[in-house]
């Protein structure tokens, strides 16, 4: 990547797991300084050591993207920096119910953590980028806005709009030497994935790594609006279609087969 295009900083929004560690390690690889951003200390603090042994400055912050003052707090490690590049690798599914049935409550996380906030930051960085001239903005976003789907109506709805805010972003940003990117993941095997119990083992399945997914996020920033993580290119056209119920039935059915076993 162009560093006195996209650096010196980097902004990695859940940065210190799966994907998002790997965007801290390819640009730590290539001399990016970066500020990572992300709920758990621990494996934050695993991640920052990886980048600083790479001859990289790295800040660090332990914040729930959720909480009135996330941005005041992500403002105090950030606003004396010069930021090149924003990463929001931060939506992750937090809850998955029928949503008749569901906690409400809880379905306002998902939506605050994939859209209320992401916006938020997206509007204090892209604001940045747009005075400064140059620089982009990599949003993570999911195959799963391509298709309704069953317990996680609401998760699939709110990558939909994501996806959808990215297009519009890019347009705005294009004359301002912004590029924005919306880079679309399948099924990766990421330490979410292993935490909610998916059988990853199931024949057929298309699974990426973080390491590849990575890669291709940070080769394409620049051919926005959206990218589909290769692995997952033919599933996007499919559920793109217009029989829609008989996709939903089609997925539906296979998404049943990676769901652990019930418990008796």
């Known amino acids: 990547m162009d560093i006195a295009k ?49 001859g990289v400055e790295v800040r660090t912050l332990s914040v729930d993207l959720l909480a009135s003052d996330a941005l005041d707090r992500i403002r105090q490690i950030t606003d004396d920096i010069d930021v090149g590049l924003f990463i929001y690798n931060a939506g992750a599914n937090t809850y998955g119910h029928e949503f008749a049935t569901g906690d409400l409550t809880r379905f306002q996380s998902v939506i605050d953590l994939n859209i209320t906030s992401q916006l938020l930051l997206v509007h204090h960085f892209g604001g940045r980028l747009r005075e400064r001239g140059r620089g982009g903005i990599l949003l993570v976003g999911s195959l799963s806005g391509y298709l309704g789907s069953a317990q996680i109506s609401v998760y699939s709805a709110v990558k939909s709009f994501c996806r959808t805010f990215a297009e519009g972003l890019w347009l705005e940003m294009q004359d301002h030497g912004v590029d924005v990117l919306e880079l679309v993941l399948g099924l990766t095997r990421t330490p979410a994935m292993a935490r909610a119990g998916l059988n990853m083992d199931t024949p057929g399945l298309r699974i990426s790594d973080p390491r590849d997914v990575a890669a291709q996020g940070l080769a394409n920033i620049a051919n926005g609006p959206v990218v589909v993580v290769k692995e997952h290119e033919t599933a996007a056209i499919r559920n793109s279609g217009h029989n829609r119920a008989e996709l939903l039935l089609a997925s539906q059915a296979a998404a049943r087969k990676l769901l652990p076993p019930p418990t008796v």
């Open 6 to 54: 996209y650096g010196p900083w980097a902004v990695i929004a859940g940065g210190s797991e799966g994907v998002g560690a790997e965007f801290a390690t390819q640009l730590a690889d290539q001399g990016f300084n970066l500020v990572l951003l992300a709920r758990k200390e621990g494996p934050l603090a695993e991640a920052a050591d990886a980048s600083r042994a790479r």
